[in-house]
């Protein structure tokens, strides 16, 4: 199994940016699939952006931009002109079973690995 740890939430002002960072360790996982989800309180959990492991980036999000260094076993979100409603608590997931070279996976059930989540949030 893969352990991940979430580094980089913290507190800033509408129209700032952050750098997330997921740290992988356990397996290698060049080879799987990766992605941020967020969950604001009283919200479901929800997909923002995932890279496959072919290296193709997805974002649900124009200011938000996905991509991984295998060498380093991270992934990175970075998360431009934020604004309140991108407070959330950020979390990194990786499915380590099965997957296609390019193909992201949108759901919370098809990852099985998750990180604890790391706080963002967003000042107007």
């Known amino acids: 199994q893969v352990q991940l740890v979430e580094s980089g939430g913290e507190l800033v002002q509408a129209g700032g940016s952050l750098r997330l960072s997921c740290a992988a360790s356990?397996?290698?996982?060049?080879?799987?699939?990766v992605a941020w989800f967020r969950q604001a309180p009283g919200k479901e959990r929800e997909f923002v952006a995932g890279?496959?492991?072919?290296g193709d980036g997805d974002s649900v999000k124009g200011r938000f931009t996905v991509s991984r260094d295998n060498a380093k076993n991270t992934v990175a979100l970075q998360m431009n002109s934020l604004k309140p409603e991108d407070t959330a608590v950020y979390y990194c997931?990786?499915?380590?079973?099965?997957?296609?070279?390019?193909?992201?996976?949108?759901?919370?059930?098809?990852?099985?690995?998750w990180g604890q989540g790391t706080q963002v949030t967003v000042s107007s």
């Open positions: 997931a990786v499915r380590s079973r099965g997957a296609a070279y390019r193909t992201t996976y949108f759901l919370p059930s098809e990852y099985d690995s």
């Open positions: 356990g397996r290698v996982f060049s080879s799987y699939p």
């Open positions: 890279i496959t492991w072919g």
